[in-house]
């Protein structure tokens, strides 16, 4: 299997302009990363074990780029395999579009390749491994969207800020 194309769609109760600066703040400080190792484990422990993956090790991007009404950011996830070698795991587009004026549209399409496959799977062994590695994707990457979007749509309050008083009941 050469790869595998993997899209995504959700909308957000936020205008487009604050979801765009919000998603540079989570790329500025560093917290994309960590969303993204996240959704690995999470896409990753609803499938189970997939053969021959092992964990995110590496999360690269681009600053966001606004392109008149749309926002697009590039990702590239890189895994270890089982042997511990690097192979290029997802590479995507996440856009934010304005779908009025109080939300917008966040969006991911992208493709997900696998590691090769020394020796070449019998058709047999094959459709289970792909069908598992499809179920892994698609878990993860509606795993990453849930995770920016709660991120967009309520950010963390600036490093600082006093956490909001809790009544207590007496």
């Known amino acids: ?9 959700m909308r957000i109760p936020v205008s487009a302009a604050a979801a765009a600066t919000r998603l540079a703040a989570l790329t500025a400080g560093g917290s994309l990363a960590g969303l993204s190792h996240a959704a690995w484990g999470d896409g990753i422990g609803r499938v189970g074990a997939v053969p021959g993956i092992s964990e995110l090790v590496l999360v690269q991007f681009r600053e966001p780029v606004r392109r008149g009404p749309v926002t697009v950011l590039t990702l590239r996830w890189q895994a270890a395999d089982t042997r511990g070698a690097l192979f290029p795991v997802l590479d995507a587009d ?3 579009s304005s779908d009025g004026d109080h ?6 399409d992208g493709v997900y390749r ?21 179920r892994a994707a698609t878990a993860t990457i509606r795993s990453l969207l849930n995770q920016i979007a709660d991120a967009i749509t309520r950010p963390a309050p600036p490093a600082g800020t006093p956490a909001p008083a809790r009544g207590r009941n007496v």
């Open 103 to 108: 939300a917008t549209l966040i969006g991911l």
């Open 114 to 134: 696998p590691p090769a496959r020394t020796g070449g799977p019998t058709p047999h062994e094959a459709a289970p491994h792909e069908a598992a590695l499809q």
């Open 94 to 96: 996440i856009t934010l």
């Open 1 to 9: 299997m050469a790869g595998m194309f993997v899209s995504d769609e």
